[in-house]
């Protein structure tokens, strides 16, 4: 993950946490009690490519919740990940070569949460689009160089199960379960387009 993505994280969590606490002394269920962000969540994500590897992912979600802390949601996921991808030499079938892929997944769907006490369970299914990079070879090079083309997207879907843990009425530690699904047999994804992953974080109200 590169260092302008790192600094730009820290001043999101930075900047979330300064809202949350100028909130903190209302507890009426308007309009912006039901708007949740994720503050800080971070995770796990392996691919079954077997052209990319296990790698960290880095998540930002927005909730709307029709009955404040319980019951149906819709939640959109702007989630960034640098897997390492493994590309063979068509040359040297033993030269395998070893970068990071740049991936976004955009997702939009619906949700249900179900607990009214500390411990609340939550289920989702998103759709939307996977944004990706991928690598071209100049062979007219030596050694070969190797570029990164952005401008690839195609559909991609997730189902979550989550676990979250409230410390007042707006604040929570969640713990997710998820499984990624791409909907092109391109690229990365020809043979294999499912990926699972695991994440821990914490949300609240944004506003």
Request: glycine share 8%; proline share 4%; hydrophobic share 40%.
């Amino acid at each position: 993950m590169s260092i302008n993505k790192i600094y730009l994280f820290i001043i999101w969590i930075l900047c979330s946490f300064s809202v949350h606490a100028q909130q903190q002394d209302s507890v009426e269920q308007g309009i912006a009690d039901r708007i949740f962000n994720s503050y800080l969540e971070v995770g796990l994500l392996a691919e079954r490519s077997p052209q990319l590897g296990t790698g960290l992912i880095l998540k930002s979600a927005f909730e709307y919740r029709w009955k404040g802390v319980n019951h149906p949601f819709i939640r959109f996921n702007f989630d960034q990940y640098d897997p390492i991808y493994h590309l063979n030499s068509a040359e040297d079938p033993g030269n395998i070569l070893n970068e990071a892929a740049s991936i976004t997944d955009m997702l939009l769907g619906p949700g249900y949460r179900f607990g009214k006490q500390a411990l609340r369970m939550t289920v989702a299914f998103q759709a939307g689009i996977k944004s990706y990079t991928t690598p071209i070879r100049i062979t007219e090079t030596t050694p070969d160089l190797i570029y990164m083309e952005g401008g690839n997207w195609i559909p991609a879907s997730r189902l979550t199960a989550g676990m979250e843990y409230y410390l007042d009425d707006f604040f929570a530690i969640s713990l997710e379960l998820f499984q990624n699904q791409a909907w092109s047999a391109v690229d990365y994804w020809k043979n294999r387009k499912t990926a699972f992953g695991i994440s821990i974080g914490l949300v609240g109200t944004f506003f």
